[in-house]
C-alpha cells in the first residue's frame, strides 16, 4: 500500500482527500507522443487520464495548515461529466480533514501554489462562505490578479468565484517573490506552469519537503522533458523542474504529488541519465 502519512521534522503530513477527476491525456503530456504516455497511466474512452486532488495537512500540534484545498463541489452537471469530477469513497476535503481529527474552523493556515480552479475550488463552500473561517490563506499576487483578467491565456482555468468570498472576509494575504509563512514553511513564485505557481518548501529538524502542485503534477511527470501542454511557458518550466528537481532528489526531499491518484508521497531519484520516483510505501 502507498503511504499516506509521514512525518517532515515536527510537522505531521498527512495526504487528505478532495477528489478524483480527468483531464485529457494529451494534454497532461505536451508533446510527449501517445504511444509512450498511454504505458503510463490508465487512459479512459474519452482520452482523458484520471487524476486526484490532494490536498495535504501539515500539523505540529500548534499550526494546522492546508496546502491546496481542492476543486470543491461547486460544480454543475455538466463540467462534473467533462471532468469526471467524483467526491466518493471519502474524496471529499472536510471528511478527510475529520478523519485525520481536525474541525474546518482548527485550520490556521490555507496555501494556494496558483489560482486554478482544480487548486483553489475548495476555498468556498457551497454556500459561498470561506471553508475555513480562522485560517490565513496565502496566495501569489499575480496569481490572484488572474483570477480577474479580461482576456487571459488561460482565463477558463481561473474562477473569482472560487477566491472572492475569502478576499471579502479579509483572509486573503498575497505576496510577489517569496515568502516565509512560517518558520521552516516557504512559498516560493516560480512561475512557468502558470503566472507565478509557487513551491511550497518544508525544512524542520533536519528534514526537508515539498508540495509541487503543477510543477510535478503525477509520479509520471518527474521526468524533466514531460511537461504539459497546459503550461504558459513550457521553456521556463523546464529550467524551473531542472533546478527544484535536481536540489530535491539531491537532498532527498520528501514530496507531495497533488494529481497522483495512486502515490502522493515519495521521493525523486537520479538513475544517472533521468529523474524518477520511490513512492513511499507502509
Ligand atoms: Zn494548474
Not at 482520452?47 to 476543486?71: K, S
Not at 469526471?84 to 478523519?99: A, F, K, V, W
Not at 496555501?111 to 485560517?135: Q, R, S, Y
Request: contains cysteine.
Amino acid at each position: 500500500m502507498t503511504q499516506r502519512e509521514t512525518r517532515i521534522g515536527k510537522f505531521r503530513v498527512v495526504a487528505l482527500r478532495d477528489a478524483n477527476f480527468a483531464l485529457d491525456g494529451g494534454a497532461m503530456f505536451g508533446v510527449v507522443p501517445r504511444a509512450l504516455w498511454q504505458q503510463l497511466t490508465e487512459v479512459n474512452e474519452d482520452h482523458t487520464i484520471p487524476l486526484a486532488a490532494t490536498p495535504y495537512l501539515l500539523d505540529d500540534g500548534v499550526n494546522r495548515i492546508v496546502i491546496e484545498p481542492g476543486m470543491g463541489r461547486r460544480w454543475n452537471e455538466k463540467q462534473t461529466k467533462m471532468f469526471h469530477i467524483d467526491h466518493s469513497g471519502g474524496h471529499d476535503l472536510l471528511e478527510s480533514l475529520r478523519g485525520a481529527g481536525l474541525e474546518p474552523e482548527d485550520v490556521t493556515h490555507c496555501l494556494m501554489t496558483h489560482c486554478h480552479w482544480d487548486h483553489i475550488g475548495a476555498t468556498c463552500g457551497e454556500d459561498g462562505k470561506p471553508v475555513f473561517p480562522n485560517a490565513q490563506h496565502w496566495a501569489v499576487e499575480s496569481e490572484v490578479k488572474a483570477l480577474s483578467a479580461q482576456g487571459h491565456m488561460r482565463g477558463a482555468s481561473y474562477r473569482i468565484e472560487d477566491l472572492q468570498p475569502v478576499i471579502d472576509a479579509g483572509l486573503l494575504n498575497s505576496f510577489s517573490g517569496e515568502v516565509e509563512v512560517l518558520p521552516g514553511i516557504k512559498m516560493t513564485e516560480l512561475g512557468g506552469h502558470s503566472e507565478g505557481i509557487a513551491l511550497i518548501r518544508i525544512e524542520s529538524e533536519g528534514e526537508k519537503g515539498a508540495f509541487w502542485a503543477d510543477i510535478v503534477p503525477t509520479r509520471n511527470h518527474v521526468h524533466l522533458p514531460f511537461i504539459m501542454a497546459y503550461d504558459m511557458n513550457a521553456e521556463k518550466s523546464f529550467a524551473v523542474r531542472s533546478e527544484w528537481i535536481k536540489k530535491s532528489a539531491e537532498e532527498g526531499w520528501l514530496n507531495m504529488l497533488y494529481h497522483d491518484t495512486i502515490s502522493p508521497l515519495g521521493r525523486f531519484v537520479f538513475d544517472g541519465k533521468k529523474y524518477g520516483y520511490d513512492a513511499l510505501v507502509d
